[in-house]
């Protein structure tokens, strides 16, 4: 298939050096390099936790709750308190 790519000056001219200096057209060059981008950039897929590690027993502190992030931070002491 056929179509229309716009790359700055210095783009194409790299493109096309990289692609004479290792045997291949420009086409293939571009193949190769958008299968690569496809295969290794996989922006949309977050990453997966098994689990967070636990230390210690038991849950938050009494009190707590941990979908209230403000209130969580405010029961936690300072350094030096105890």
Sequence with gaps: MRTTVR????????????AADTGR???ALL???LRLALTTERVDAAPVLDSLPTY????PWPGVDLDRG?????????????
């Excluded at 210690?56 to 849950?59: C, F, I, R």
């Excluded at 403000?70 to 105890?82: I, K, L, R, T």
């Design 7 to 18: 790359l700055p000056p210095d783009l194409l001219a790299a493109a096309k050096r990289h």
């Design 25 to 27: 057209t420009l086409t």
């Design 31 to 33: 193949e190769d390099s």
């Design 56 to 59: 210690g027993t038991g849950g």
């Design 70 to 82: 403000a209130a969580a931070a405010a029961a936690v002491p300072s350094e030096g308190e105890g």
